[in-house]
């Protein structure tokens, strides 16, 4: 079995279920199924797949607290399904360490397009798949001066883009892959400004160019991705260590 394109759907309508597995193996997955939360932690836990749909509205255990499963014994990228669009269900599934949250009905063209971006994104915490090889970090520009070669460091927070490790006062932190992505992305920027924009499409796996529209949807989920690492930190937004906020823009690194 190809570890490196395998997937799961969790899913309680048969239906879905069934689209969910025709997309993905158009896509070149090989895929496995479950039609229930619990089902499908184990079914994770048992096959590592590099890619997990998952129904918001399950009998049982819902979509929330299987992704908070899932995500406490596997770095799979989790894509939430749901036909409830409010922004608080959004936000509650990137929170619960979901990396995108579609909305039902769903066009499988989108969902590919949306599958196959965040696949550029390097997973964390794990080996690259047997015959592939791990993605090279970009390299720091002159504003983020590393303490050693491969570190990004500010104000005691140490961060390694090849390693996939970031600590505060030596202390390992324990990110969500786009909470990682969102520190590297603005100790690498130094002390320049990075809009939301700029934050939401990287954690696609594509570029700002200046021009293209932000959400609602995307700058609310910058928002809680960066509450959810502030917390982490143990920084206050009001008297911030390490991460300041540029009123209507977006962040950037406190001044050394």
């Known amino acids: ?10 899913e309680d309508e048969a239906d879905i279920r069934s ?36 129904d918001v509205n399950m009998p049982g255990m819902d979509g929330f607290e299987t992704a908070r499963r899932i995500r406490a014994v596997s770095s799979t990228y989790i894509v939430m399904l ?3 669009s409010e922004e608080i269900d959004a936000m509650q599934g990137l929170d619960a360490g979901a990396d995108d949250y579609v ?19 390097p997973r964390m915490h794990t080996s690259a798949p047997a015959g592939t090889a791990a993605p090279a970090p970009a390299p720091a520009p002159a504003a983020a001066v590393p303490e050693e070669e491969g570190w990004l460091t500010h104000n005691g927070l140490r961060l390694n883009p090849d390693m996939r490790v970031a600590t505060m006062d030596d202390a390992e932190l324990d990110l969500t892959r786009s909470e990682f992505e969102i520190l590297a992305e603005l100790l690498s ?13 990287m954690l696609r796996g594509e ?6 529209f932000l959400s609602d949807s995307d700058a609310r989920a910058i928002e809680v991705h960066m509450a959810n690492l502030r917390r982490k930190l143990g920084e206050s937004p ?17 001044a050394r």
């Open 1 to 10: 079995m190809d570890h490196a394109r395998v997937a799961v759907v969790i």
């Open 19 to 54: 689209l969910l597995a025709d997309v993905l193996e158009q896509a070149g997955f090989t895929v496995h199924t479950a039609g229930t939360g619990l089902d499908g932690v184990r079914l994770v836990s048992e096959v590592d797949p590099l890619v997990t749909t998952l």
């Open 82 to 84: 749901s036909a409830r």
């Open 103 to 121: 909305t039902k009905p769903f066009r499988p063209r989108e969902l590919r397009a949306r599958i196959e971006a965040m696949l550029r994104r």
């Open 189 to 201: 920027a130094g002390r320049r400004v990075v809009s939301k924009g700029e934050l939401a499409l």
């Open 207 to 212: 570029r700002w160019t200046g021009a293209e």
């Open 238 to 254: 009001s008297d911030p260590r390490w991460i300041e906020t540029v009123r209507g823009v977006g962040y950037r690194v406190t």
